[in-house]
């Protein structure tokens, strides 16, 4: 971040319940143009559930998402229902927000040239001779140019995922969120991952991370965001969260790891 960037993303007053449970209270960050912001806490504590609803695979009860300095407008329908008022716009964020899940999500009926080009021809209108360059160019940035005739049950977990990362970055979003992307991974896998991660940190990428990895958390973050049951418990840089954090639950949950 700089002092001339602006924000990327800005969540406010976020709120998700699921039936009698409340997932998100009140979440509000703020990532600027650069920014990492890695959001660790126990499972079952939002931060797969935030993502989703920052990308509105989740609706969120109520609370507001702008990209850069556009709202995500939404509508409330019968019996308070909350929906986004312009299915339009929300194909529109979506290509400005990629995301990056935990299970990879590839099409298996397709290649992994295939899986990378589908959306920048379909959805950007990319010519195809176009879009298969930029793909060869990112398939050899996260290192499986090789194997892009593959099919993805040809492939390891860990270059699933980095083909995953590759999808994403055919549609040069911006900002990346990442749900917990290594946490479906084999141990000796999740090294090559983190890699391309740290690669696109080094690029100047915006990226809002969900992980359990806390030594690379510590290593590539702008800032650090501890959830605990739906709030936000403490947030700060990482020399402050790993080193000295003020809260007694954050202290007690880095302890499992350090």
Not at 235 to 248: D, L, R, T, V
Request: aromatic letters at 6%.
């Amino acid at each position: 971040m700089t002092e001339t960037s602006s924000p990327a993303l800005v969540v406010e007053d976020l709120y998700k319940r699921f039936g009698n449970l409340e997932v998100l209270k009140g979440i509000s960050l703020t990532a600027f143009e650069g920014d990492v912001i890695s959001i660790i806490g126990s499972s079952g504590s939002g931060k797969t559930t935030l993502l989703r609803c920052i990308n509105l695979l989740d609706i969120p009860d109520s609370g507001r998402v702008y990209v850069g300095d556009e709202l995500i407008r939404m509508k409330t329908i019968a019996k308070g229902k909350i929906i986004p008022e312009s299915p339009r716009q929300v194909d529109r964020i979506r290509t400005r927000l990629g995301m990056v899940f935990q299970h990879f999500n590839l099409w298996s009926h397709m290649t992994i040239l295939e899986n990378i080009i589908e959306a920048p021809v379909h959805v950007l209108k990319q010519p195809k001779k176009e879009a298969i360059a930029r793909a060869m160019e990112i398939l050899d940035k996260v290192g499986i140019v090789d194997k892009v005739k593959y099919y993805p049950a040809n492939l390891s977990g860990g270059q699933q995922q980095r083909a995953a990362i590759a999808r994403v970055l055919a549609m040069d979003p911006e900002v990346i969120l990442f749900d917990e992307p290594t946490s479906a991974l084999d141990p000796e896998l999740v090294g090559e991952v983190l890699q391309v991660i740290e690669k696109l940190v080094s690029e100047g990428r915006t990226m809002l991370i969900a992980t359990h990895e806390m030594g690379f958390a510590r290593d590539v973050s702008s800032t650090v965001m501890f959830l605990h049951q739906g709030c936000v418990e403490e947030q700060g840089p990482p020399e402050k969260i790993f080193s000295n954090p003020s809260s007694a639950r954050c202290r007690q949950f880095l302890a499992r790891f350090f």
